[in-house]
């Protein structure tokens, strides 16, 4: 009899024995089926034993096997395990967590293979113009194939909503060619893009990495905006290949990566490609983990759940823009993908790559001590590519319209009359921020947070951003009867109509998560601005991120100085990011571009550095005030989160888990308790007590001690979590 101890997505700090019948025994790493309580559950085989540590009498044998993934490499398992250790969160938890949804759904995987279309020789060489001007669909899931070379059937859907016939057609003209999808290669007969010629710079951070050879080294590839840090990624992945091994490339934003992907594809044809990230639906992401864990696809390519990929002949890990918040997962396992990416280099001993413009003031801390090595890249890669102009616009005193000063205005219009692009950015999506009754000052609040509801005009309705919650917008002030509400602030949707008013010829683009939600909404806009069917872009953050836009010319920047005195110690940081990722979308083809910021705090040390491109001046200041002050990277830090329905219950046991926490180790600091940053969140009430430490060992050791113990209070009433190296406040 074998007994095998399995990992179940359950809240416990323990694994579960099963009966194994076969005499061999599934091995270790083997996703199984297992009865559970009523249910049967997915779990994986993490341990076999001799004896069971429960009576033979209760054992229950193992269901189904599942042969059809392959088992999780040891390395993958030693990193979970790792993981769930040193974010104190159950194992079993932790491995169920790395696996894909549909996998840990008990239903038969499915056999027959997801359909794709690439693009064939002739397709690549065929004009879209040529196509007849009625056929809409046929041209724009051309279009999507030229520059993607490969579609899936979800793809197609979501460029047209029946792309049935257009990809017959395309078949039928020997334009494109039907192939199994996950990650099938690109025709291999293509003719690859050649890459240019490396400049000084790259060629220098090339070559240090590679000098190193195949073990492990962080690397932080600070290289700003445009200075060609993504050649640099092709170019290893293009040794990594050479030796038959695995590249793992993270990127924080689902949007990027079909952009990130075709160049890819259009580098490496031939070469089978996985990409994984939430925006998958649950069938297709499970193809391409397979195809990765498989070893077939070589390249894998994905958002932060990437990152425990089973790859068995990894070989390179790069995580592009790694100073990005959208690394660190906010629930469950609350693991920083950047951080298990150099976690699961070093267990694997293979090189990984951090590339940013703007590097986190952690990971600048780790190359200044040493842990990382830095290479810098200065200069604008393209021959034309300078960096933009950055002004400050002084809006002290100046009346504004709809939120844009005169000189916005004024340099927008003359981008419009040169048919050159402008970029509005303003961080808040909807129309206001809050919708305000002046003669009682009611301020639309949510009534289930602590937060305020955003006005969303064109839906007619009130929105929280923070819980989702929707109402009405009403026609009367709810306190006092006014009927003259107004809207307070500027979101994208009132910057939208406000710019409509002001250029009405122009072609106006909306970007932010309410424009983009549908499935490749994202990626038909980029079409349309990259084909100069756009003249101005108004939009948040995601127009930030990391695309090449060469007709833009001029940014603006609305409302950035809140972050400046903002009480969270990340706020400069994270502001100075942004503002640098999307003054980088400005000048990268050959018109020079500008950038203006609108500011009431024109002398802002942060404003002046990013004038200046002075990134490293700035991020030594914020450095040495963290030194002073003891903040992050200068200690390691711990959150107890806590909630319930009232705040007494969260209130009691943030004390109790201080108490319990008596006679600790004076290395350790634990704060009293405080309200989360948003006190109440969907209706529950939300504190947290901090712990920190100037050593990581120490802080480990002790929340080793003391998660048990709070377990062992068997709280009830209030949810409860660690979060370990927290981001948000
Ligand atoms: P980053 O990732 O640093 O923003 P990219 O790798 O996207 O920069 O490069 C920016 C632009 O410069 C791209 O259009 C790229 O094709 C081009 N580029 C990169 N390296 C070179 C080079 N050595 N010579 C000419 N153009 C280059
Ligand atoms: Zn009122
Ligand atoms: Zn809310």
Redesign the pocket.
């Known amino acids: 009899m074998r007994i095998v101890r399995v990992g179940l997505d359950v809240p416990l700090d323990q694994l579960f024995d099963y009966v194994a019948d076969d005499a061999e025994g599934p091995e270790v790493g083997r996703c199984v089926q297992v009865p559970f309580g009523r249910k049967q559950s997915i779990g994986v085989i993490l341990e076999q034993a001799r004896e069971a540590g429960i009576p033979a009498s209760r054992l229950k044998p193992v269901g189904r096997v599942l042969r059809e993934a392959p088992p999780l490499p040891p390395q993958l398992l030693a990193l979970l395990r790792f993981c769930s250790r040193y974010y104190h969160y159950p194992l079993g938890q932790t491995v169920a967590g790395a696996l894909p949804t549909r996998l840990r759904n008990p239903r038969p995987l499915p056999r027959e293979p997801d359909a794709a279309w690439r693009i064939t020789g002739p397709g690549a060489l065929a004009d879209p113009a040529s196509l007849p001007p009625r056929s809409i669909a046929l041209r724009r899931v051309l279009g999507a194939l030229r520059e993607r070379h490969l579609l899936t059937r979800a793809d197609a859907t979501a460029l047209v909503a029946h792309p049935r016939k257009a990809l017959e057609e395309l078949v039928r003209r020997g334009w494109a060619e039907r192939v199994e999808a996950p990650a099938a290669p690109v025709n291999a007969a293509e003719v690859p893009e050649t ?5 000084p710079e ?1 060629a220098a951070a090339l070559g240090a990495i590679l000098a190193e050879g195949e073990g492990f080294n962080a690397w932080l590839l600070q ?12 170019r290893l992945l293009e040794h990594t290949l050479a030796q038959g091994r695995q590249g793992l490339v993270l990127t924080p934003e689902i949007n990027l990566t079909p952009q990130l992907e075709a ?1 890819f594809r259009r580098r490496f044809p031939g070469v089978m490609l996985a990409s994984l990230h939430s925006g998958l639906a649950a069938g297709e992401r499970l193809r391409h983990w397979l195809a990765a864990a498989s070893g077939r696809a070589r390249i894998v390519l994905g958002t932060r759940l990437a990152v425990f990929t089973p790859l068995p002949r990894l070989g390179l890990i790069v995580v ?1 823009e790694e100073h990005d918040g959208s690394f660190k997962q906010e629930d469950g396992l609350r693991y920083s993908a950047r951080d298990v990416a150099v976690f699961r280099a070093k267990h694997e001993g293979v090189p990984v790559v951090l ?1 940013s ?1 703007t590097p986190s003031l952690e990971s600048l801390h780790n190359a200044a001590r040493g842990r990382y090595r830095r290479l810098v ?1 200065a200069r ?4 034309a ?1 300078a960096l933009p102009q950055v002004r400050l616009l002084d809006t002290r005193g100046e009346k504004l319209r709809e939120g844009l000063s005169a000189r916005l205005i004024k340099a927008i219009g003359a981008r419009l009359g040169r048919g050159e692009q402008s970029l509005v950015f303003v961080n808040r999506r909807g129309y206001a921020p809050v919708l305000m009754c002046p003669a009682c000052r009611w301020v639309s609040p949510c009534p289930r947070c602590a937060g305020r509801l955003v006005l969303h005009l064109r839906d007619g309705r009130l929105l929280c951003h923070h819980c989702g919650h929707g109402e009405r917008i009403p026609v009367a002030c709810p306190e006092c009867g006014n009927q003259d509400l107004r809207p307070v602030g500027h979101g994208t949707q009132r910057l939208e109509s406000a710019l409509a008013g002001l250029f009405p010829g122009a072609r106006i683009a909306r970007v932010d998560r309410d424009s983009t939600r549908r499935r490749n909404a994202w990626e038909a806009i980029v079409a349309d601005i990259r084909a100069g069917r756009v003249d101005i872009l108004v939009g948040t953050q995601i127009l930030a991120k ?1 695309h ?1 836009f060469e007709g833009v010319s001029l940014v603006g920047v609305l409302n950035s100085d809140a972050a400046l005195y903002s009480t969270d110690f990340r706020a400069s940081e994270r502001l100075f990011a942004q503002l640098t990722q999307v003054a ?1 979308r400005a000048g ?1 083809g050959s018109v020079p571009g500008e950038v203006l910021v609108q500011t009431e705090f024109p002398d802002h040390p942060l404003y002046l550095a990013l004038c200046r491109h002075d990134f490293d001046a700035l991020t030594g200041d914020l450095l040495e005030e963290r030194r002073v002050a003891g903040f992050p990277p200068f200690v390691h830090q711990a959150l107890l989160r806590a909630e319930a329905t009232g705040t007494e219950p969260v209130q009691a046991f943030l004390r109790k888990a201080r108490e319990l926490a008596a006679g600790h180790d004076p290395a350790i600091v634990l704060f009293e308790p405080v309200p989360a940053l948003l006190p109440r969140l969907a209706g529950m009430e939300r504190a947290q007590l901090l712990v920190q430490s100037a050593s990581r060992a120490r802080l480990q050791a002790f929340l080793e001690q003391w998660r048990p113990r709070l377990a062992a209070l068997g709280e009830r009433r209030v949810r409860w979590c660690l979060d370990v190296d927290p981001l948000e406040a």
């Open positions: 890459p240019p010629a490396l400049n790259q290289g700003i905006t445009g200075s060609g840090k993504t050649e640099v990624y092709l160049r592009d590339g413009a890249l604008r890669a393209g021959a590519a990391g090449d980088g990268r």
